[in-house]
C-alpha cells in the first residue's frame, strides 16, 4: 500500500508462501500457532472448519495479504472495535534477524498470556516493515466462532454528529465489532444512500453482550434517522472490492487512499482540513472520507482521492498531483497531533514525514536498526531510516515544499506511477 515491498536498491526479495500452514492449535486457550507465509483465507478456512475459531481479523486486503504482512504492518481488520488490531491478537513471535539469530518472543517464548519482563519484544518487531527481521512465526489469539450477528444503520445530518455517536458509543465500553461513518460523497457513490453521512454498524459474538452493544449505538444514534439495515449486507458483499478505484486509474485518473488517525477532540477539525486542503490541490476531482476505526480516546479517519495533472498522458503533473495530494493530508494531521498512518504502514511514501512524526523517538528507532541490522541489509531505505545505499525515494522532503507553503512536497523521484493503487 506504501511502497515497503518495493527493492528500491535491488537486492535479494524473499518469497514467504513457502512458510505457510497452521503448525499449533490449543484450543483451550484459544492460541494459534501460523507460519508468516499463510494467507488470510487459508488461515481463516483451517481455523473454522477444522477448529471452530476465528481471529476476527478480517483487513480489506484480506485475500491477498499474509500473516508476517499484518505483523510487519501493525495491520488492522474491519472488526477491529470486538476483536482488536494485529497488535492485541499477537501473543509472540518468531523472528529471524540479519546476523541469522533466531528470536522468539511472547508466548512462542513460554511466557502466557502476559508478562512483566522488561520491554514487549513481540511490539518492537510489530510495525517493524521488514527492517528489522523477518517474521516467520505467529502466535495468534482465536475466539470460538460468533453464534449471533447484529446490523444497523443510521443518516445523519453532519459527519461531526456521526462521529459524536461513535465517540459516546464506546466511551460508554460498548465495542460493536464494525462501527463506520462514511461522508456524504462516499454514501452516495459507494452505498446508494442519500439521506446523509451514513453510520454502519455490525456485531456479533455471545448474544447478550452485543445486544447490550448495539443497544448503546441505537441510543447515541437516536437523534439519526434509522435506515434499512440491508445497506449492512450491501457493505458486506462489496467491502474488499476496490474495482472502482482500478477502473478511474485505468483512465490516466490518479487516485489513492491515505488513512490517519487522531483524538476525539481533533478528529472532527482534522476531517474538515484534510478535505479542504485536498480539493486545493491542483487537479483535484474529488476528496472523501469514512471514519473506519474507533477507540475510546479516538478514531481513524480514510481519505480517498482522485484528480490528475494538465491532461492523462503528463507524468510529471500528475506524480505531482499525487505529492502534493499526500502532502496535505500529512500536513492537516500533523497540525491536528495525529498519527500520520493508522494501519498502511509507512513503507517508501509517508517515509519522508516519520522523522517529525516520532521526534527525538526517531533516533530510538535509528538505534534499534542499528543494532539489530549493523549492515542495513534489512529493506533498506524503508521507514526513513538512513541507507548505506543512498538516498530513499522521498526520505527526506524539504518543509518549505509542502502545499500549505506553496510547494510541492516531497522532492525526491517518486516510487509510483502516478499512484495508481487503491
Ligand atoms: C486493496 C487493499 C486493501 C487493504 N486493506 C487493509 C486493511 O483493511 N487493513 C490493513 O491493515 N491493511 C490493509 N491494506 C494494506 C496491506 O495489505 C496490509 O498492511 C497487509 O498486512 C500487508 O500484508 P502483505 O502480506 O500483503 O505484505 P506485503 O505488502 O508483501 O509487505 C508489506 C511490508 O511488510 C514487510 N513484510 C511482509 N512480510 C514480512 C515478514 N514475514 N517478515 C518481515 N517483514 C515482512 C515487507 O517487507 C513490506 O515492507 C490493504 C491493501 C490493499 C492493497
Redesign the pocket.
Known amino acids: 500500500?506504501t511502497g515497503?515491498?518495493i527493492p528500491v536498491f535491488g537486492g535479494v526479495a524473499l518469497d514467504?508462501r513457502g512458510l505457510a500452514g497452521v503448525t499449533g492449535v490449543d484450543r483451550t486457550s484459544g492460541l494459534v500457532t501460523a507460519l508468516?507465509g499463510t494467507y488470510g483465507p487459508e488461515l481463516a478456512r483451517e481455523l473454522e472448519q477444522r477448529h471452530g475459531l476465528t481471529l476476527g481479523h478480517w483487513?480489506?486486503?484480506i485475500d491477498?495479504?499474509?500473516v508476517?504482512?499484518?505483523v510487519?504492518?501493525r495491520?488492522?481488520?474491519?472488526y477491529s472495535t470486538r476483536y482488536g488490531k494485529i497488535e492485541d491478537i499477537v501473543n509472540g513471535l518468531e523472528v529471524v534477524l540479519a546476523d541469522g539469530r533466531v528470536v522468539r518472543t511472547g508466548g512462542l517464548a513460554g511466557a502466557g498470556p502476559r508478562s512483566s519482563t522488561g520491554p514487549d519484544l513481540t511490539q518492537l518487531f510489530l510495525g517493524s516493515?521488514?527492517t528489522l527481521g523477518?517474521?516467520t512465526s505467529a502466535q495468534l489469539r482465536a475466539r470460538p466462532l460468533p453464534p449471533t450477528e447484529r446490523r444497523a444503520a443510521f443518516a445523519f445530518p453532519s459527519f461531526d454528529e456521526g462521529l459524536e455517536a461513535i465517540r459516546r458509543t464506546l466511551q460508554r465500553g460498548a465495542t460493536p465489532a464494525v462501527v463506520r461513518l462514511h461522508d456524504t460523497t462516499e454514501a452516495a457513490r459507494s452505498w446508494g444512500v442519500d439521506q446523509g453521512h451514513l453510520l454502519i454498524a455490525l456485531d456479533e459474538g455471545d448474544e447478550h453482550v452485543i445486544e447490550a452493544s448495539m443497544r448503546v449505538l441505537a441510543e447515541e444514534c437516536r437523534h439519526a434517522t434509522p435506515l434499512d439495515p440491508a445497506v449492512v449486507g450491501r457493505w458486506l458483499e462489496k467491502r474488499n472490492d476496490?474495482s472502482e478505484l482500478t477502473e478511474i486509474t485505468r483512465l490516466g485518473i490518479v487516485a489513492d487512499t491515505i488513512e490517519v488517525a487522531a483524538c476525539w477532540s481533533e478528529l472532527p477539525a482534522l476531517y474538515h482540513d484534510a478535505l479542504a486542503a485536498l480539493s486545493e490541490v491542483p487537479g483535484n476531482l474529488f476528496g472523501s472520507a469514512h471514519g473506519s476505526h474507533s477507540y475510546v480516546d479516538g478514531g481513524c479517519l480514510y481519505f480517498t482521492f482522485a484528480g490528475q495533472g494538465t491532461g492523462p498522458d503528463d507524468l510529471p503533473a500528475r506524480e505531482e498531483f499525487y505529492r502534493r495530494s499526500w502532502s496535505a493530508v500529512m500536513e492537516a494531521t500533523l497540525r491536528h497531533r495525529g498519527s500520520i498512518s493508522h494501519?498502511?504502514?509507512i513503507?517508501l511514501v509517508r517515509s519522508g514525514y516519520l522523522r517529525q512524526a516520532l521526534g527525538e523517538g526517531f533516533s530510538v528507532l535509528e538505534g534499534v536498526k542499528t543494532s539489530l541490522d549493523p549492515e542495513g541489509i534489512l529493506?533498506p531505505g524503508?521507514l526513513g531510516l538512513p541507507c548505506r545505499f543512498g538516498p530513499s525515494p522521498w526520505a527526506e522532503p524539504d518543509p518549505s515544499t509542502s502545499p500549505e507553503r506553496g510547494g510541492q512536497g516531497p522532492t525526491a523521484e517518486g516510487p509510483h506511477d502516478g499512484g495508481a493503487r487503491?
Open positions: 500500500m515497503g515491498a514467504m508468516c483487513p480489506q486486503s491477498v495479504s499474509t508476517g504482512g499484518w510487519a504492518c495491520a488492522v481488520g474491519q516493515e521488514g523477518i517474521i476496490v494501519h498502511h504502514g513503507g529493506n524503508k487503491s
